[in-house]
């Protein structure tokens, strides 16, 4: 076994999309970046997550826009080729191959460790390639780790070669029996996905709703949706048991009672596969964490900065699903871009670094970086207070900021205002029958909008201009001044704000 030792400024644990992004920005400066990863450069998102699960969710959708567009429904006479639409699923996931991300990861000037990082001590990793070689490497400057998160399967599915959303998002068979567990937007976006690929689906969830981190009208729009479409949703249960019998697994489901007097229901159900959508933990096990004081499999905690809280000297740092503060594609990049600027701007090895801001501010600088404030690009403030979450089931769900919930919880006045999308000009046009609500969580001291959340056909589009509104606390008096076209969906920013009285 060959021994190598390397030394770089910066060291970067995974290259997933978060991992991918923090490299590249932190070398912005002319600091040397490696990027350790064991498997596929481009991480789940590319491979196992976003990319493919929404290719198979997409033709579903467009089947639908078009049956509710009289004309164009008469147009679709077959239904979803589940054949063709795996093979599509294949081409937007690269056939799980990622020559072309080396190629740009190289082509960016990063350097490329094929292996598994762990720590030995503060700023020194060994890494064990995937080709037998061991090194030995040292971050002069910084590690980042962006190790992703891994899947939570219970202990009652342990013996039943559950499915988790890797292999549902990269099988090549529909199993005509599927039983989804959870409740949250795994389940949701799978249970739609493999109901319009033709397979009987029950989705088990523990709670009394769907995406219980959305305002509870999404939840009830998707279980209605599902149910609609024939997939059976049972809320409050739990599998007690689950046997795997050659090629079926037989489950047996308690159910809570709804009359409240009855005690709990019984159901056997036999399924060709049980995918397990019960949520992820950081992939913290085997960093080696305990040389740094730190606890194996806990989240890696950070500040806005994404410098980890515990461990001092201001090198380490970690973005992405391993912090628990982010659990999506988009907010993992923005804390990626994040610390990879404060990285490139606080070490940054050009003579005369200090206080180079650029054209507009907008440079790099390593004064600007040590006085940073809130909102400031070295600052991921966002994270607290405006993350956005599409979920794409059918009907889609998106929201951003907080929950009516959320806000009254933080101890915050607030006036709810809410559309029923049907009545806009522009739901007439898009859809026979659209259904879809929108609601604003408004701050009435300020008369800025805290959150908003969008179910309905083509609303993820939407989400953006609300984002817009609740990061730059645009006041509703102001918003009055922002027109939305005729006939969009966008409509309803004008309905909404006719509903406060404008
Ligand atoms: C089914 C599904 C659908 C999703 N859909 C969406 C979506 O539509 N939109 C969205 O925004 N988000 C979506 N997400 C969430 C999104 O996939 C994650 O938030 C995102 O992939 C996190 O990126 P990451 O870089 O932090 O982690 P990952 O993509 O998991 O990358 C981490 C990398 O670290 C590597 N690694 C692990 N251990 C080591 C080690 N010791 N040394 C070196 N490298 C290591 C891994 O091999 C991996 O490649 C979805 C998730 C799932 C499960
Ligand atoms: N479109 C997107 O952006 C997208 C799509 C998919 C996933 N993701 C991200 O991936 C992350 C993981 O998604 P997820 O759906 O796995 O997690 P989740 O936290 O959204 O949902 C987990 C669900 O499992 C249930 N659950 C937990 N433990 C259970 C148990 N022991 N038995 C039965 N039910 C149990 C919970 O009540 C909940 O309903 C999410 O945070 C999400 O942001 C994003």
């Known amino acids: 076994m060959a021994e190598v030792t390397d030394e770089y400024d910066v060291v970067v644990l995974g290259a997933g999309a978060v991992g991918e992004n923090v490299a590249d920005r932190a070398s912005r400066t002319g600091l040397s970046v490696a990027v350790v990863e064991p498997a596929l450069v481009g991480g789940e998102c590319s491979y196992w997550a976003c990319m493919p699960s929404k290719a198979l969710l997409r033709p579903g959708d467009v089947l639908a826009a078009a049956r509710a567009v009289p004309g164009a429904a008469a147009a679709v006479t077959g239904r979803i080729d589940p054949a063709a639409v795996l093979v599509r699923r294949d081409e937007v996931a690269a056939h799980w191959d990622d020559t072309g991300q080396v190629a740009w990861l190289e082509g960016a000037g990063l350097t490329l460790l094929r292996g598994r990082a762990r720590f030995t001590a503060p700023r020194a990793l060994v890494v064990e390639g995937v080709d037998g070689t061991v090194r030995t490497v040292t971050a002069r400057r910084a590690v980042v780790v962006a190790t992703g998160s891994v899947p939570v399967v219970p202990g009652t599915f342990a013996d039943v070669r559950p499915w988790t959303s890797r292999e549902a998002t990269s099988t090549h068979r529909v199993p ?32 009394g709703r769907l995406l219980a981190a959305a305002e509870p009208f999404a939840g009830e729009a998707v279980a209605r949706a599902l149910t609609d479409r024939g997939v059976r949703v049972l809320l409050g249960t739990s599998v007690t048991s689950a046997v795997r019998d050659g090629d ?44 740094l004081g730190l606890r194996p499999g806990d989240a890696l905690e950070v500040d806005d900065r994404l410098q980890v809280t515990g461990v001092d000297g201001g090198w380490l740092f970690a973005a992405g699903d391993v912090t628990g503060r982010t659990a999506t594609t988009h907010q993992g990049k923005y804390d990626a871009r994040v610390v990879g600027d404060v990285i490139a701007a606080r070490f940054d090895p050009r003579p005369a670094a200090e206080g180079q801001p650029g054209r507009g501010g907008r440079g790099l600088s390593r004064q600007a970086e040590a006085q940073a404030a809130p909102w400031s690009r070295y600052r991921a403030t966002a994270d607290v207070a405006a993350v956005p979450q599409v979920v794409f089931t059918r009907p889609q769900v998106a929201w951003v900021g907080r929950t009516h919930d959320q806000a009254q919880r933080d101890g915050l006045e607030v006036e709810v205002l809410a559309y029923e999308l049907g009545g806009l000009g522009g739901a007439s046009v898009t859809a026979e029958g659209y259904e879809g609500r929108v609601q604003l969580v408004v701050d009435v001291a300020r008369d800025v909008v805290l959150g908003a959340t969008f179910v309905g056909p083509d609303v993820a589009d939407m989400l953006h201009a609300a984002t817009v509104a609740v990061v730059g606390e645009v006041p509703l008096s102001r918003l009055w001044h922002a027109v939305p076209s005729y006939p969009t969906l966008s409509e309803v920013w004008l309905r909404l704000l006719e509903a406060a009285g404008r």
Do not use: K, N, W
């Open 248 to 291: 079926e697994v037989r489950l047996v489901v308690e159910r809570r009672s709804t009359a409240g007097r009855h005690g709990d229901e019984t159901e056997r159900l036999t399924v060709d596969e049980v995918l397990v959508a019960t949520g992820r933990r950081p992939a913290t096990d085997d960093l080696g964490l305990e040389t």
């Open 176 to 207: 005509p029996r599927l039983a989804v567990v959870g409740g949250g937007v795994v389940a949701t976006e799978l249970a739609t996905a493999f109901a319009d690929l033709g397979s009987e689906v029950t989705v088990l969830v523990r709670g």
